[in-house]
T-cell receptor, first 117, second 112 residues
């Protein structure tokens, strides 16, 4: 697609429920990242994919969080048994390749705003 | 480790005022440096970048110069507009790395 597409754009869920967030990257962008942005704060790295492998999952805050990616396409971030502290905007970003982000930076989606009530 | 520190906001300016948002970094290698902008309700957009010392990145009237001696990458614009109101993030990727490290963001309000 022309840009990075994230869905849903907004999600309100009850505490304890599971949620799944989706990211559709730009075609040909092999690198994909998930970040979390809490209200009024900076970006917190969650996980990085190169293709469908995840060399760095170090940012996932707990074992309730998991992510997967199908080939060099769609990625899903799943949060199980959501807690109120999971409320944030979840941003997906992609880049053209293994080292192109060094020169070109990322393209971000508009994010999914998750509210846990 | 690698880190980015930028000035706290919010910064409030009148239209046509001069803007500076300070950013300093800590990195073990030779990072590429970036400024991203986030307009209300939108995702982050790459504003400008510099990949080596003394490079100047520029876009939409904004500029930033990669100063290795002071480990800084301050964002400047000579005359801001109301439409520049947004959150600005300074960021780096270090040599051989793959993960962008972001500063906390600086919110800019421009009044007409």
């Amino acid at each position: 697609g022309a840009g990075v597409s994230q869905s849903p754009s907004n999600k309100v869920t009850e505490k304890g429920k599971d949620v799944e967030l989706r990211c559709d990257p730009i075609s040909g962008h092999t690198a994909l990242y998930w970040y979390r942005q809490r209200l009024g704060q900076g970006l917190e790295f969650l996980i990085y994919f190169q293709g469908n492998s995840a060399p760095d999952k170090s940012g996932l805050p707990s074992d309730r969080f998991s992510a997967e990616r199908t080939g060099e396409s769609v990625s899903t971030l799943t949060i199980q048994r959501t807690q109120q502290e999971d409320s944030a905007v979840y941003l997906c970003a992609t880049s053209r390749g293994d080292h192109n982000f060094f020169n070109y930076g990322y393209t971000f989606g508009s994010g999914t705003r998750l509210t846990v009530v | 480790g690698n880190s980015v520190t930028q000035m706290e906001g919010p910064v409030t300016l009148s239209e046509e005022a001069f803007l500076t948002i300070n950013c300093t970094y800590t990195a073990t290698g030779y990072p590429s440096l970036f400024w991203y902008v986030q307009y209300p309700g939108e995702g982050l957009q790459l504003l400008l970048k510099a990949t080596k010392a003394d490079d100047k990145g520029s876009n939409k009237g904004f500029e930033a110069t990669y100063r290795k001696e002071t480990t800084s990458f301050h964002l400047e614009k000579g005359s801001v507009q109301v439409s520049d109101s947004a959150v600005y993030f300074c960021a780096l990727i270090n040599t051989g790395g793959f993960k962008t490290i972001f500063g906390a963001g600086t919110r800019l309000f421009v009044k007409a």
